[in-house]
């Protein structure tokens, strides 16, 4: 067993993929700008995610080839899109109504912190990143499950699983997992519990770069993910 997390540690797209795998056929879902937009790429064979995005569209696809994009198919990310037969356009307005009636299944975010309450801190005007809550404070409290992927650890190597979150918050109690580059981490009665972590890591090394107690009930499951 090894404490090396530089040498185990997943990727982003290891990250996201795994985060994939647990959306289910036919679920509405939204996903949050940046490192959260990968996940789509990653839909299990049979399965088939209605993607939202809050600028307007319902259904869209993958990404363009290089050199292929069309400006005025874009993401809230201003990513460019492709159309499945059955996109859906329609106004900013009525895309935040979808969002606030409560008709998205999954949200998945990114996060600066998350506590161990399943507050979320995603945007701060300290970190020079997102300048603002922006439409991350209606999502985590309109779909059905918000999920969070995340390096398990900042740049600097410290915690973002705590027990309260140090920055601004975007939600409170709105998050039910975490997959980490380290773990996959469920949120239930106001504690971390551990469902997957990566073989070759130690309980003690994970809980060593965790702020808040990781608790287990049952086995906790070897995080397993191709090379993608």
């Known amino acids: ?95 935040f109504a979808m969002v606030r009636g409560g008709h998205l299944d999954v949200a998945i975010l990114g996060a600066y912190e998350v506590a161990q309450n399943g507050d979320l801190a995603n945007w701060s005007t300290g970190h020079g990143g997102v300048p603002a809550v922006g439409g991350a404070m209606d999502l985590v409290h309109g779909a059905r499950r918000v999920a969070v992927i995340t390096d398990h650890v900042t740049k600097q190597g410290a915690p973002k699983l705590l027990e309260r979150c140090t920055l601004p918050l975007t939600g409170v109690g709105c998050v039910t997992r975490v997959y980490t580059s380290l773990a996959v981490v469920d949120i239930a009665d106001g504690h971390f519990v551990l469902r997957e972590k990566i073989a070759g890591l130690t309980m003690e090394a994970l809980q060593a770069v965790t702020g808040a107690e990781l608790k287990l009930d049952g086995p906790v499951a070897d995080l397993i993910v191709p090379e993608v």
């Open 1 to 95: 067993m090894s404490n090396d997390l530089s040498a185990l540690k997943l990727t982003n797209a290891q990250i996201a993929w795994r985060a994939a795998q647990d959306i289910e056929d036919g679920a509405y879902v939204n996903l949050g700008i940046g490192f959260p937009e990968m996940v789509a790429r990653f839909q299990p064979e049979g399965r088939h995610a209605v993607f939202h995005t809050e600028n307007g569209v319902l259904g869209f696809g993958e990404a363009p080839p290089e050199g292929e994009e069309d400006w005025d198919l874009i993401n809230a990310g201003k990513k460019a899109i492709t159309l499945r037969p059955g996109t859906a356009f329609f106004h900013h307005a009525d895309s």
